[in-house]
């Protein structure tokens, strides 16, 4: 076994000896080895950081969550709390318990550009942790602790700086953002020294079950077998999964995960509504018409390109619009420019939107705020205009946004308007407990997004009952993509473990 | 660490470092720094720098330190110190640089006019850390009689019982010691090894076995795979830093102590 003798105290002393001094004072001696007898480690299970977090309100299920890492998973896991139950005190107790231990000395945490400062500030303020926001040219040598975000890590010469260090720790946050294996971020993750290592997601599996087998294979490659292995002993598909209950017992080892029910803190209820709607028969003839269009030009061959025109036709005519006009400049015959230019004309004389109408009346039964989350701008902007003309007030809200204006939004949501229009990328980022209805105006294809969604209103501090409404066309591709989501959820729920109502719950 | 007892702690380690407390309210406290605990507490080598090669007049810091947040109206009058804060950190850092070596007599009165014999003492206190992916630590405070080279364990708290002082109390005898000091440091050094063989190392064989366990687990995940990439390599590295049991002995602090 490796034994070090540490100081330069022998040297010191014989010297002083050999000099009859200086020597030091008796108080400061003693209190010095009070100081280390304080200080002492006696164990090594148990937490020792909780005593120096005098600014800290530790909940019971994080400083759980943090033992269960350091002393049942050596230092290595998944930390995928649902949405809102502090996934980033638990990474900050668990890095603070090794620094005092003296196991960890540099750590890097990579985190999407828009939560950098955000860490740098809990690290700081709660942590006592002397973390630095990465810059451009920051030198990172003389830095212990450093947040990065993952854009700029992954790329020269930033990923070089970084694989010079030698990191004890590296904590990854919005850490599904690795489940493709084939992006660049993957690969550098992959290439980093791991020695303690945490990654923080709420949702682990978003779309399919490989992506648990990536992330897990990031963290402790082998765990789940190679690739050939998990697909052929768990006869993975997509979609489907044999054999999950080992599957998830493996998955268990390296991952913590508190839902809110179990955290002992009262939660208030989702309430979630699937609401049908009817196209008017308008609609519904401009929808088939771009049905046809896959076999009237072979621009639209492509099914990606279809089921998008088929779900923004679902949205609003505004953002199929946008589309078709840039479809047209691609058509080469005047057969199909024709067909496209009569669906346009078609669309723009559309009067109602179905979906738009079914949004007032659930505003109005609310009498309260209302959050309305669409994956298209093009409808965000139609539904503010619309609600204007219904005497509804409204804001928008979208991930582009600067810190400031974000703050400012969230400002004039909560004194002056009723509704928040947002993209689905201002989804991150922004905490809403104050208002309890969330319309889901598009569905998207990943159920992860929508508890991402919810998760904005549903957190720590809200107090009332939420209720979420998703909104869905009949007989047109939407009931397709609430199938799928349903069998994804399914896939969630027998791999990671229970999720919180997103969808209406099947009979 | 409550907030009185850092209180204290502060109030001590300011008279014993000659930095006069201007102020003290039992929660909050004004003392005016010297220039070498300046430099070793404020964190500002560039000033000193500076003021050094400029030979200018130094300003030693002013600092106000709210020992109790609760009792404070105004957070910002002064600087908040509580247990895990930076700035006590460097403050147990600079206790510990400043009470490394003593040379202590115990005071023993002669009234009955016979003299008093002192003997010898050598003891080093130190900390030793058992690391592996989990960390233990035991402190020894092992003291050496330097007549006869007996060993004493405890021997810190022994000796802050006694009224003890930096000089030699009148109508007293030293003995002279015959093993001398740097051997005896020798020899503590080799009963620390000892004690540390002698104590119960499963710790780091369970480190072993999880360290085996997930070897394994790496070289099941690259089974088949004839040269095995880099990442492998790295992967192997982590586990060897983060498995691998190591013992550290530190010294914290030691000395000479003439006692009955």
Redesign the interface.
Known sequence: MIMERSTNWREDFIKRFEQDGPWDSWTLYKMSYEIEKMNLIPEFSGLQAPKFLTNLQLLPHQVEAAQTVIEKMNGKAILADEVGLGKTIEAGLIMKEYMIRGLVKKALILVPASLQNQWVTELNVRFFIPAISYRKNTPIDQYDVVVMSMDTAKKSPHREKIYEQDYDMIIIDEAHKLKNHKTQIYEFVQSLKKKFCLLLTATPIQNDVFEIFYLVSLLKPGHLGNYEAFQSSFSATKNSIDGEKYLKELVNQVMVRNRRHDTGIEWTRRKVETIPVQFTSQEQEVYNMISELKSVSSIFASSFTMVTLLKEMCSSKEATFLTLNKMIQKCSSTEEKNYIEAIIEKLMNLETNAKAEKVIEIIEKAQDKVIIFTEYRATQAYLQWYLYTKGITSVLFNGKFSKSKRDWMKQLFRERAQVLIATESGGEGINLQFCHHVINYDLPWNPMKLEQRIGRVHRLGQEEDVHIYNLAIENTIEQKILDLLSSKIDVFEKVVGDLDDILTRKA | ?YAEEIHD?LK??FK??DCEVLHDEGHLLTVQLTIDIDKKIMNRPFYWQYIEATNSTPNPARLTLITNRTKVDNPLMGEVI?????RLNQI?KA??E???????YQQVSNETGKQQTLTPYFCV?Y?V???C???????Y?LGINLMNGEIEDNF?EFV?QLN???YQPDGSFCLQYIIK??RA?ERL?VMI?SI?QNDD?S??EEAKK?WIK?Q????????GVEEKP??YQ??K??LE????????????????FYIK
């Open positions: 660490m702690y001590s380690f014993e470092t509580h247990f895990g804060s930076g147990f206790t510990k400043l009470g490394s070596f003593v040379k202590m206190n900390k850390s058992y690391y992916d989990q960390t233990k630590e035991k402190l405070s810190h802050s003890l002082a930096p000091p740097t440091l050094d090894q540390i190392h710790w780091a999880r997930e394994e687990v790496l070289d099941y995940f690259y089974v880099e990442s790295i992967e590295k982590g830093e983060r498995f691998n049991p190591r013992i550290k002995v530190e010294i914290i602090n030691g000395g000479l």
